[in-house]
């Protein structure tokens, strides 16, 4: 059996949320939520919360949930998630968000399988239809844009692809704008070769790690979902996500 790993990075020092992974959402600190989510997955073998931080180790090890501490230093989530890897001697790994309390226990199950069954990609990833034009408009939303086989052809923060003959209200109706979600999965071997590599230009004029994938010319298969629960970036999004806790029932 493949050893498929869930790695959640949960840096204590966010700078647009300092302590926000232990920060109460509904009652219960945020890591908490996404751990029991992941826990609902069936094709995971192992998940382990990656933190630079003891006050997240602590609570961790208070809560029966694996943690690692990983170093200081990493410039990225990716590296903290390939360190775990390594470390863990994984098959292929889930990197999934430690802000996303209503992550879909059946998305991390469809990117696990492609994973392990499908030996055409690299990595995979997930996205969901554009249905705002706010949304398409903005650069913190990332566009994926994608080939006849599901798979990336470009992640950009700009609105592509870029319709030149159509009005801005008939654009969305085409279907074809897609927003890049953040959970990302590995193939161990190209997880080592993409961390290997020196960050590509396009990346660091995007801002986007996955660029440098593509860059490194590998296969990004994208699940295309309608799951999309609210990220806590914010202090303000606590609210947001403890109304999708209750709409999911969860709360």
Known sequence: MKHVLAVIPARYE?????????HPVGG????????????LAKRITEIVVATDSE?????????GINCMMT???HQSGTDRVAEVATARGAD??????????????????LLAERLVEASDWD????????????????????????????????????????????????????GLH??????????????DQFIAAPSAQIEAAEKLEQLRALYLGGKIHVTITDARGPGVDHPEDVAVAEAALREAGLL
């Open 14 to 22: 966010s700078s647009r949320f300092p302590g926000k992974v232990l």
């Open 178 to 191: 897609y927003r890049h979600l953040g959970i990302y999965g590995y193939r161990r071997s190209f997880l």
């Open 92 to 109: 292929a790994v889930i990197n999934i968000q430690g802000d996303e309390p209503v992550i879909d226990p059946q998305l991390v199950d």
């Open 55 to 63: 006050k997240v180790m602590n609570f961790c090890m208070a809560q």
């Open 71 to 73: 170093r200081e230093d």
């Open 28 to 39: 219960k600190p945020l890591i908490q939520w996404v751990v029991e989510r992941v826990r």
């Open 123 to 174: 990595m995979v990833t997930a996205a969901t239809p554009i249905l705002d034009l706010r949304e398409l408009n903005d650069p913190s939303v990332v566009k994926v844009v994608l080939n006849k086989a599901g798979g990336a052809l470009y992640f950009s923060r700009a609105t592509i692809p870029h319709f030149r003959d159509l009005e801005a209200d008939a654009i969305l109706a085409e």
